[in-house]
């Protein structure tokens, strides 16, 4: 593709993906390290029910919160094909389905967590079972949020890197941020999908394979909103 003008529409999308990066980070953080590292204890159901008794309206609000982050992703995910679409359109329209299958993974997730609540609301339909048995299994849904939500998480790679891939093409973006976004966006999938296959991994790997899309993420956003697009494509190959 030969060098082109960068017209309206684009301008105004690349502003809000700077938004919806920088929002959905936030909300993402909020949700899952500050509410869910506050209230979940690992390995015990029984002080995790309590917390979670104790902080009902946190624990709603991370729901929110992480709902609110899949807001954005869908947000993202359409301004991202706006601007991309022309450097390649059918390898935006498969960066932007994986996308949004990573968006109702992570909403299917999030019914997990309200299932959770409602285990241990101590409903009359659950008097069968005892207050340990229902602290056990209010775990279970908590357990299966944290899985589903690494699912996502490869989904949202391989998209990240189509869509990473099309930025370093384009020359929108200085080459070395978009590298960056090919390379973490890559590793996040990589990451995931290893501790899909072996579990274990999971602490081994903790958050490194997640930090280096973050900061592409975070930096993109920054930049998109303070400089926005540079003109033309460089390389339509």
């Known amino acids: 593709m030969s060098a082109a003008t960068i017209d309206a529409s684009q301008r105004r999308a690349a502003k809000i993906i700077g938004l919806a990066y920088l929002l959905g980070m936030a909300t993402a953080v909020f949700a899952d390290v500050y509410v869910r590292g506050r209230l979940i204890v690992p390995d015990s159901a029984i002080e995790t029910a309590r917390n979670l008794l104790a902080n009902e309206t946190m624990w709603r609000l991370g729901i929110a919160g992480y709902l609110a982050c899949m807001v954005s992703v869908a947000v993202l995910t359409a301004a991202l094909y706006v601007v991309l679409e022309r450097v390649d359109r059918s390898l935006a329209i498969l960066a932007t389905l994986l996308r949004v299958i990573e968006i109702a993974v992570g909403v299917v997730a999030t019914l997990s967590s309200l299932e959770a609540l409602r285990l241990l609301s101590g409903a009359s339909y659950l008097q069968a079972f005892s207050t340990e048995q229902l602290q056990g299994l209010a775990r279970l849904p908590i357990s299966a949020y944290g899985t589903a939500i690494n699912v996502s998480f490869v989904f949202l790679g391989c998209g ?24 973490g966006s890559a590793l996040l999938a990589i990451g995931a999908f290893a501790i899909v296959v072996l579990p274990q991994l999971a602490k081994t790997l903790s958050m490194l394979h997640m930090l280096p899309l973050g900061v592409f993420e975070v930096t993109l956003g920054f930049w998109l909103l303070i400089k926005g697009l540079r003109e033309g494509i460089s390389d339509g190959s």
């Open 160 to 183: 990240s890197t189509a869509f990473s891939y099309l930025w370093l093409r384009s020359g929108y973006i200085p080459k070395p941020l978009a590298a960056l976004g090919v390379i």
